[in-house]
């Protein structure tokens, strides 16, 4: 059957498999097909995760992204890989002129560095092939802001930024990176979104979705199409899910 | 800490309430010019002045000066 989606033979490693986005993305790639190493920190997540993969020959690695030593064993473990989806993220709001070191440390560990540690250590150990396809996970706020969100959507930005040097840097390989830029989908991320903002201000938010608030599924299907070659000649670019929210906005 | 001391900074925060209108029992979350940022300022500045974190759920538990006072001295304790 014709399909330029399938992600036969292609094996990815997703990042954040535990929860969420990360978890929908690792299972959906290995219903097209894929061979997938999933990766978080907390073991009983990850493999209620690993549980449902579809077929055999899957990985889970436990790894604290947040440490360069747990980065290394993460790239010893894993074999050459066809993709890269990095969807391990977390999301600290916090107003401007409060802001010391300790309370953008934590994000930026996770959101901006362990995105370029775990890239270069992938390239370096030559763990990409030719044609490999990496997907980072930024967010609506980078480009369009709101009150309390300067170190997660400045870190988001920051790798949009990032995708496009690597997109530049190892084209001649074929090698792609883009982005993908959710607006609210319905995880854990929107259950503390929901906790901080209130249920009522929350509700008031999704209702501006002429689509309605986007699901795990929705996410994970841009994520095929930028793994399979049927992107192929997509790079350095961030494709915006949002249900319309920004299109009728001025 | 004071009691005086947090209603104050609190006060402080709120650029379009007069300030005599932030007392020790005023519910925050009534006052007109209350928002979620507001919410992230308190925590903010608990965090900055104190050294002490408040989760989301007890801001939202949280009512008066009185009662993040009182969370804050619960936690001091805990340490
Ligand atoms: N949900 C939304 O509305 C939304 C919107 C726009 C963009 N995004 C982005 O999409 C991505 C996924 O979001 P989500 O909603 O799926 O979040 P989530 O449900 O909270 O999942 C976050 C994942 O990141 C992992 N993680 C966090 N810290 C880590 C660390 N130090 N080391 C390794 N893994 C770590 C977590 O695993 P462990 O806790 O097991 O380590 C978990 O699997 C994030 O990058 C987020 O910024 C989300």
Redesign the interface.
Known sequence: MYNPFSLQGKTVLVTGASSGIGQQIAISVTKMGAKVVITARNKERLLATYEQLVAEGHQWVLADLAKEEEIKNLVNAVPKLDGVVHSAGIIQ???IK?L?KK?FEPIQSINYNAILLLTAALLSNKKINRQASFVFLSSIASQYPY??AATYASTKAAIEAFAKVLAVEHSSKGIRSNCLSPGMVKTAMYE?TE????AK?MSAYIEQYPLGVGTPEDIANATIFLLSDASKWINGITIRLDGGLLAGMH | MQLTELVQKIAEEFEDTPKEQITAITKLKDLEEW???H???II??I??HYDIILT??EM?DAQTPTDIYNIILQKQANK
């Open positions: 709001p916090f107003p409060f010391k309370n009150k309390g503390q906790q901080a903002v209130g201000k | 928002s979620s940022m919410a992230l300022i903010a500045l965090d900055n989301g759920e939202i």
